[in-house]
């Protein structure tokens, strides 16, 4: 996967900290699966692998998710209180661990997260200076890094689905960055994944949720 850092990336970002890793790269998951999710979870499982593992409670690994999933940005002072909020909120949270990853990242986490009837699965990297990827979704392949408006299209391997949808984003004048499609079998449910410069007009994503082939459709706006 080619990674997207500018001198500012390096520099790092406006966080609380202690560590851009470990803190502001694991809000940023948190808050992809807060649009994802559409709100704060009322449940949440995430399993931490690796580094991560051994690490997140004295790093703090373990506030930043949650403050991603309430909504917190990497410089909100809430952070440092987000264990207390979460619990003040009654979500209810299980954490989980696994030492030993070897096809890992070595600063990976995997979230469920629910709300009401949707539950939702994500696994993101923290890559350093506060960097991140998305793997996966919903147990789809996915490789997007929350940078840009991020669409995610989960629906019925129909052929000439993706010309028909990539048709509507061009006459919303959105420019596509990248794409990504993942299918668990042919003819099976497939998940398109597109990382655009702009937004997609409400009217359009409304469009696309309510085609016969959709299942669902998310917008995901830029977190970092």
Request: aromatic letters at 6%; charged letters at 20%; a negative charge.
């Amino acid at each position: 996967m080619t990674e997207r850092s500018s001198i500012f990336d390096m520099i790092g970002p406006i966080m609380i900290g202690p560590s851009s890793s470990h803190t502001a790269g694991v809000v940023r998951i948190g808050l992809v699966g807060h649009y994802y999710l559409g709100g704060v979870p009322q449940k949440l499982t995430a399993t931490y692998y690796n580094s991560f593992a051994t690490t997140y409670e004295g790093h703090g690994s373990d506030r930043a998710l949650l403050a991603g999933l309430m909504g917190f940005a990497t410089h909100d002072e809430r952070i440092r209180e987000a264990l207390q909020i979460a619990q003040e909120r009654g979500i209810e949270v299980a954490w989980q661990r696994v030492l030993s990853a070897p096809k890992a990242h070595p600063n990976t986490i995997a979230l469920t997260a629910t709300l009401g009837p949707r539950t939702v699965e994500l696994v993101g990297v923290s890559r350093g200076g506060g960097l991140i990827s998305i793997v996966e979704v919903d147990g789809f392949h996915a490789n997007f890094t929350g940078q840009l408006h991020t669409l995610v299209i989960q629906a019925e391997d129909t052929r000439g689905s993706i010309a028909f949808i990539t048709d509507i984003i061009s006459h919303d004048g959105v420019n596509i960055a990248t794409m990504t499609v993942s299918r668990r079998s042919r003819h099976d449910l497939a998940c398109l994944i597109l990382e655009m410069d702009e937004p997609l007009r409400p009217v359009s994503l409304d469009y696309l949720r309510h085609l016969r082939w959709v299942r669902e459709a998310t917008l995901v706006p830029p977190v970092g």
